[in-house]
């Protein structure tokens, strides 16, 4: 985006300012983030939705403090709604509705940190067990919660290497064992769909190779692939009722929401039996203490909206323009490569121009486009003409 100078003066001054003044330069941005919207290929975040009536969202503040699940002395929450997107996700994703807990976090990436917690909290010497293509928070997490770290290499396709994590439990507890230690456990997470290439990792092979380190917490770090796997025909498993013992979802990707969020969900019984919050006049299981009630509200509508059938529908749009894309950008010889079922295609990487032009995501000599609903086979067609012209 360029710079903020056609956006008029945004400095924060003594005098207030005018409603004009603050809704101009919001208006002058909203245009131009419409305008780039066709362009977004490279991003797994879905941009086709118009949330614009929820305004009225705006004029109160909607705090979620605590756990959903009750009321809080304040009462100025989307809960109700907060509650409803969580019995969904756990329906979704095989979780016991009468025995899961979960709230509406700020992003994926909160998930994942609650996620590794919890292990933590269980697995209190447990190390922890990423793949190399494990998303970059998952790194965070582990110095956030001061956990060792164990990287595990990957098969071909960018899938955890089952064989690789069963050695690396073993070696640990082999070493654990001549000292005389009691088994550490392992905390493993599952990329369900990697950043890059959209490749699951095989959760219940995962949970298996991990048992020679003793007792096992699986995270499943669904963020954009776990809505895909519950609408795949090949059903990869992902939840709670597949292996999981915690799951987390990004709210703002496929689902598509005007702010950033997620879902994290574990069984009741791997949270703490002492909660916080008190002064609150509820529970508090979660990260934090204030949360975003308009971020459960708006998923809660764009939920609603779709239904159960419109999340599937997406998602078997987003798979046909996934294979078109392939399809186009082997005829344009960007050495195309998709993975069964995912969404997103890698490439070749193009020059700079053309990848700032369709704001692409690069690892290396690739790049990749993401086929989420918004993305369509005209703006396709257009990156190859693009790539076609670059490359002569
Ligand atoms: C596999 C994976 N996990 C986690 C995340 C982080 O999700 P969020 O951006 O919602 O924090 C991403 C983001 O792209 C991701 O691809």
Redesign the pocket.
Known sequence: MSEASDLGDLTIGEDPGTGEQTAAPVRALVTRMHRQKPYELG??TNLAFDLSDAGILLSTLTNNAGDPAHSDTADISTKPMERAVIAWFTELAGGDPDGTYGYV????????LFGLHTGRRRLPRAPLYASAE?????RKAAGLLRMELVEVACRADGGMDPDALYAACRTRRRRDALTGRRPRGAVVVA?????MRGAVDDLPALRAASAPAGPVHVHS?????GLLAAFSPARPAWGLGQGADSL?V????LVGCPV???VVLTPDRYVSPVPVGAYLGTDDHTLGCSRSGLAAALLWMRLRRLGTSGVRDLVHRCRRTAVYARTALERAGARPERLPEAIAVTFDRPPRDVVDRWHLATQGDRAHLVAMPHVTPEAVDALCRDLTAASR
Request: hydrophobic fraction near 25%.
């Open positions: 991003f797994p976090t700020g992003s994926g990436s909160e998930g994942i494990a998303h970059y928070s998952v990329t369900v769909g990697t950043t770090d669904a963020a954009l692939g987390s990004s709210g703002h990707k950033p969020c997620g």
